[in-house]
C-alpha cells in the first residue's frame, strides 16, 4: 500500500467483518449473564468522541440485561431479535433504531433461527454497567411483556 | 403510546427512511457545489457526544468536496459508488469503512443507475468544513485518479 489514504478505506469481509477489525468476545464483569456474543470496534478514532462497536449475537444468545449513565444508540445491521428498553419489548429488524436513555434497563435477545447484528455507538468517556439486584429483577419481572422476554427463547415471545 | 419507553423503538420505514426522522435537504454554504443529496439525522441525543446521520446520494449525485478538522467515521449502507479520502480513489459498497482523517479532502459519488447511501458519525461539536481554493484544486487534479474521480461520471471512474 504505497499511498497512505488508501489505509482510510477499510472493506466489508463476507459475514459482518471487517478488514482490519478484530472480533473479540463480549467482556463482562464477573458475574453478568450473557450468551452468544460478539464485538467488533469498528471506529476508536481519539479525534472522535464516540466509538462505534457492531455486536452480533448468535441464535437464541442474548446481551447482558444492565444499564448505566451513557446513553446507547442502536442501529439493528442484520437478522432480528427482540429489545427490551426500560418497560418495553419490540421486534426488532434491520435499521430499526433503538436509543437507550441513562438508568435504562436493556437486554437484545436474538432470534432462535437467526443471528441479531447491531450497531451501537457510546461515547468514548462511559461509565460501567450495573447489573440488576434482585429488587430490581423483580420489578421487572412484575412486567407480563418483560417477564416474558427474560424467561423464554426469543421466538416463543 | 402508553409506555414512554416505547419511544425508545423507532422503527425503519421502506426506503431507508425512519420513523419520526425528517428527511432534510443537504444545506452547505453558498459556493459549495453539490447534487442530490438527502440527510437524516438518526442519533442527536444531548447525552451523546456524537450524532450519527443518515446521507443518500442519488444516482449520478455527490457529496460536497470540502475538508474540516473534524474527523467522519462512515460506514455504507446501501448501493455503490466511489469515495475520495486524500488522495486515494476507491470504489464503495454496503458496510464497507471509510475514516476521514483530519484536514483531508474527501467527496463521495453515486454510481449512475443506483443511490449511494451511507451513515456518518461526528463529534457533535466540531468545526465548519472548508471549500478546496484554485490550488488545492490544482494539487488534487495532479494526481490522475483524483482528477478522473473529480471530473468523470462515477460510472466511467
Same mark, same amino acid.
Given at each position: 500500500?504505497?499511498?497512505?489514504?488508501?489505509? %482510510?478505506?477499510?472493506?466489508?469481509?463476507?459475514?459482518?467483518?471487517?478488514?482490519?477489525?478484530?472480533? @473479540?468476545?463480549?467482556? =463482562?464483569?464477573?458475574? $453478568?449473564? #450473557?450468551?452468544?456474543?460478539?464485538?467488533?470496534?469498528? #471506529?476508536?478514532?481519539?479525534?472522535?468522541? %464516540?466509538?462505534? &462497536?457492531?455486536?452480533?449475537?448468535?441464535?437464541?444468545?442474548?446481551? *447482558?440485561? =444492565?444499564?448505566?449513565?451513557?446513553?446507547?444508540?442502536?442501529?439493528?445491521?442484520?437478522?432480528?431479535?427482540?429489545?427490551?428498553?426500560? *418497560?418495553?419489548?419490540?421486534?426488532?429488524?434491520?435499521?430499526? !433504531?433503538? *436509543?437507550?436513555?441513562?438508568? *435504562?434497563?436493556?437486554? #437484545?435477545?436474538?432470534? @432462535?433461527?437467526?443471528?441479531?447484528?447491531?450497531? %451501537?455507538?457510546?461515547?468514548?468517556? &462511559?461509565?460501567?454497567?450495573?447489573?440488576?439486584?434482585?429488587?430490581?429483577? =423483580?420489578?421487572?419481572? $412484575? !412486567?407480563?411483556?418483560?417477564? $416474558?422476554?427474560?424467561?423464554?427463547?426469543?421466538?416463543?415471545?
Amino acid at each position: 500500500m504505497d499511498n497512505p489514504s488508501e489505509a %482510510c478505506f477499510r472493506p466489508a469481509l463476507d459475514g459482518f467483518r471487517w478488514d482490519g477489525v478484530d472480533r @473479540l468476545a463480549y467482556k =463482562e464483569e464477573g458475574s $453478568a449473564l #450473557f450468551k452468544a456474543i460478539s464485538r467488533q470496534v469498528l #471506529f476508536a478514532d481519539p479525534e472522535l468522541a %464516540c466509538e462505534l &462497536r457492531y455486536f452480533e449475537i448468535a441464535p437464541g444468545g442474548f446481551s *447482558t440485561l =444492565e444499564r448505566h449513565r451513557h446513553v446507547h444508540a442502536v442501529m439493528i445491521l442484520r437478522g432480528h431479535g427482540w429489545g427490551l428498553v426500560g *418497560t418495553a419489548v419490540r421486534p426488532v429488524v434491520p435499521h430499526d !433504531l433503538i *436509543t437507550v436513555p441513562p438508568l *435504562t434497563w436493556h437486554q #437484545f435477545r436474538a432470534g @432462535l433461527d437467526e443471528a441479531l447484528g447491531f450497531l %451501537c455507538m457510546v461515547n468514548a468517556r &462511559r461509565d460501567r454497567p450495573e447489573l440488576p439486584a434482585a429488587p430490581d429483577l =423483580e420489578a421487572l419481572r $412484575a !412486567l407480563p411483556a418483560v417477564s $416474558a422476554f427474560l424467561d423464554l427463547p426469543p421466538a416463543s415471545v
